[in-house]
Structures are given as structure tokens and as C-alpha cells.
């Protein structure tokens, strides 16, 4: 089995930034992608960003230029830095890692951008 940690979610305002981190562990292979969705209120879950262990990233449209993903392999732990948040960014995030075409997922960090 695999676990899944988020944290760094929060309150922000428009402009501002957040990281969030999500530590895995269990049963982990060294070859697996990892990434960050997000799911809005009344919204289907989105894929954000994703990152392959040997470091190819992958960003949906929306946050490209904004957002960066990042992992350090030897913690077995991905980032997700935010910038230039919006209201359009307010979001449940999820952490997933994808092992052998199976997805395992976190429980979640929210994130809320507004004044």
C-alpha cells in the first residue's frame, strides 16, 4: 500500500503564493509519477501538474507560467508551488502517485484564494 500526505493548503489572497507538499510512503517503487489535481466546488477533479521521477513535468493550461512541480526522490516527496493565486485557483488539491497504472490518493488540502 501507498500513503499520501498533503500539507501547505491555506487562505491566500489574489497575488499571493503557497506550497504545498505531499510525502509518500509504503510501498514505493523508484519508477512513478506524482502529481497534484484539484477539485472545485460543483467541479469535476482536474489534473494540475505532474512530474515523472526522472523530473518531466506536465501543466494543465491554466496553470502553466504560475505553478511549478517538483519532488525530491530520496524523501519520496512532491511540491507544488503557487503563485499569482486567483479566486479561480479555490480548490480541494490532491496529491496522487501513480504505481504500476494504479492510482493512490491523499485526503486533500484546501486551498482558498480570496480577500
Known amino acids: 500500500q501507498v500513503q499520501l500526505v498533503e500539507s501547505g493548503g491555506g487562505l491566500v489572497q489574489p497575488g499571493g503564493s503557497l506550497r504545498l507538499s505531499c510525502a509518500a510512503s509504503g510501498s514505493i517503487i523508484s519508477t512513478n509519477v506524482m502529481g497534484w489535481y484539484r477539485q472545485a466546488p460543483g467541479k469535476e477533479r482536474e489534473l494540475v501538474a505532474s512530474?515523472?521521477?526522472?523530473?518531466?513535468?506536465n501543466y494543465a493550461g491554466s496553470v502553466k507560467g504560475r505553478f511549478t512541480i517538483s519532488r525530491d526522490n530520496a524523501k519520496s516527496t512532491v511540491y507544488l508551488r503557487m503563485n499569482s493565486l486567483n479566486p479561480e485557483d479555490t480548490a480541494v488539491y490532491y496529491c496522487?502517485?501513480?504505481?504500476?497504472?494504479?492510482?493512490?490518493w491523499g485526503k486533500g488540502t484546501l486551498v482558498t484564494v480570496s480577500s
Open positions: 512530474i515523472t521521477s526522472g523530473g518531466s513535468t
Open positions: 496522487n502517485l501513480k504505481k504500476y497504472a494504479v492510482d493512490y
